[in-house]
């Protein structure tokens, strides 16, 4: 392939990428908006990057459901679950972000 060839190619799959993260993204911010409207106080959002093990404990069991989706229910949407762990991910990421701010 040409380098022009490899540059459109690479631009082609750079949008592919962003358009399908843009979407998948504003599916995290719904998930983790209701998740904080169902948890309240007790929201995943109120916890400090500091506690490690609580997070751990939190995404840890938020993959155990993606695994049982896998294995034993496969009534589960696996989709939604993994959504669920990227949700945690990205909301320990920010809890991270916030206390070096």
Known sequence: MSTRGSR???RVMA???GSSTRVIAGEIVKG???AHEKHGENSI???PASETGRWLAILGEEFGEVCRALT???NMNLRDELLDVASVAVAWI???DAEED
Request: aromatic share 6%; hydrophobic share 55%; charged share 20%.
């Open 8 to 10: 459109i190619a690479q």
């Open 15 to 17: 949008n592919r990428i």
């Open 32 to 34: 983790r908006v209701a």
């Open 45 to 47: 959002e109120a916890v």
């Open 72 to 74: 034993y229910d496969q």
């Open 94 to 96: 920010a809890a991270i």
